[in-house]
């Protein structure tokens, strides 16, 4: 049973994973287009992982967190139990309005900035609330712009 979202790798391509992603409060449409966003050829670099899964070795931990005050708390919660053996994970922020995240989230995330490998920002998309599925998101004009800016993002670092 495949997820929905999650990407397999072609038959016969070698692709090494190289985002590991892990939703901190749960799995929508936002986080399978941030993984397709991070994969644009569907080769398998990006995977949103299951609950409880490890992160795969070789593989760069990136939370996803939408920019509430609920959100940042997630990630605060997620980084008080990260074993000190695993790299510093990456923080991708997922706009849920299109206005700048309330004071205490903003606050929140910047306090834990020392935790994090880098922090990028996936603009508001209202396009996530009409469609079925990440592919047909990643068509749009306005995702595949902000999938261009994620990745020059996280690969510049």
């Known amino acids: 049973m495949t997820q929905v979202g999650a990407v397999q790798p072609q038959p016969g391509a070698a692709v090494a994973l190289r985002y590991a992603l892990i939703p901190v409060h749960g799995h929508g449409i936002a986080s399978a287009v941030v993984a397709?966003?991070?994969?644009p050829e569907t080769g398998g670099a990006a995977?949103?992982?299951h609950p409880q899964e490890q992160i795969p070795y070789g593989a760069r931990p990136v939370l996803l967190a939408?920019?509430?005050?609920?959100g940042a708390s997630c990630v605060e919660h997620m980084l008080r139990n990260w074993t000190a053996g695993l790299p510093r994970p990456w923080l991708v922020l997922i706009s849920d309005a299109p206005a700048r995240p309330v004071a205490a989230a903003r606050y929140r995330i910047r306090a834990l900035g020392g935790r994090?490998?880098?922090?990028?920002?996936?603009?508001?998309l209202p396009v996530l609330r009409t469609v079925e599925s990440a592919d047909e998101a990643v068509e749009?004009?306005?995702v595949a712009a902000a999938a261009v800016k994620l990745r020059r993002q996280m690969e510049g670092n």
Request: proline share 4%.
């Open 66 to 70: 939408e920019t509430t005050v609920y």
């Open 36 to 39: 397709r966003m991070l994969d």
């Open 140 to 142: 749009h004009k306005d």
């Open 116 to 124: 994090l490998a880098g922090v990028s920002r996936v603009p508001y």
């Open 47 to 49: 995977r949103l992982l």
